[in-house]
T-cell receptor
Framework: DVKVTQSSRYLVKRTGEKVFLECVQD?????MFWYRQDPGLGLRLIYF???????EKGDIPEGYSVSREKKERFSLILESASTNQTSMYLC?????????????FGSGTQLSVL | AQSVTQLGSHVSVSEGALVLLRCNYS??????LFWYVQYPNQGLQLLLK??????LVKGINGFEAEFKKSETSFHLTKPSAHMSDAAEYFC??????????????FGRGTSLIVHP
């Protein structure tokens, strides 16, 4: 069964901490995405990557960075966590093939910044 | 640029009643359109998609959606709601972007509530 795995389901961090959210996919997908989900705001794209070491800013990249050193792994980094980054974070992956536009999602990481 | 508007943050129906979740989009190029469903404490999963061809598309769990270009709509329907359909539903529009990837833009979501 295809899988996108996010390393933590729940995470509690303090303001100012550096936070790493990890995502691994086992489908050999070229594309990987990080979204944050907030009530009433839907999913907003933070960053995406269409190849190893490639990254593109999404709609709300401020305060975040990403790393993709291997094809299967896409990390989201909060350099200095702030309370307004408390949210559900969703990782997704997809293939680049025509007809393969479907996203596969992980179960999400609920991050609380205190 | 592309955008998606889902009308109604919450929709409440009785079990057995028609489900209608509304989605309108804007896109400068022919869009690919999707509906995803999110059950509690889970990630999103694809319900159905429209890319080209037949404008009425059928998905999982008895859902279907019709692409209406003249109305820029892609409403989701199901003839008879079941309690297990209670979930958050997201409409998404996708355009072709860098490196051959497709970047979806999601609506704000509609929470479907099903009453016994």
């Amino acid at each position: 069964d295809v899988k996108v795995t996010q390393s933590s389901r729940y995470l509690v961090k303090r303001t100012g901490e550096k936070v790493f959210l990890e995502c691994v996919q086992d489908m050999d997908h070229e594309n990987m995405f990080w979204y944050r989900q907030d009530p009433g705001l839907g999913l907003r794209l933070i960053y995406f990557s269409y190849d190893v070491k490639m990254k593109e800013k999404g709609d709300i990249p401020e305060g975040y960075s990403v790393s993709r050193e291997k094809k299967e792994r896409f990390s989201l980094i909060l350099e200095s966590a702030s309370t307004n980054q408390t949210s559900m974070y969703l990782c997704a992956s997809s293939s680049s093939g025509v007809g393969d536009e479907k996203l596969f999602f992980g179960s999400g990481t609920q991050l609380s910044v205190l | 640029a592309q955008s998606v508007t889902q009308l109604g943050s919450h929709v409440s129906v009785s079990e057995g009643a028609l489900v209608l979740l509304r989605c309108n989009y804007s896109s400068s190029v022919p869009p690919y359109l999707f509906w995803y469903v999110q059950y509690p404490n889970q990630g999103l999963q694809l319900l159905l998609k429209y890319t080209t061809g037949a404008t009425l598309v059928k998905g999982i769990n008895g859902f279907e959606a019709e692409f209406k270009k003249s109305e820029t709509s892609f409403h989701l329907t199901k003839p008879s709601a079941h309690m297990s359909d209670a979930a958050e539903y997201f409409c998404a529009v996708t355009i072709h972007a860098s490196g051959g990837s497709y970047i979806p833009t999601f609506g704000r979501g509609t929470s479907l509530i099903v009453h016994p």
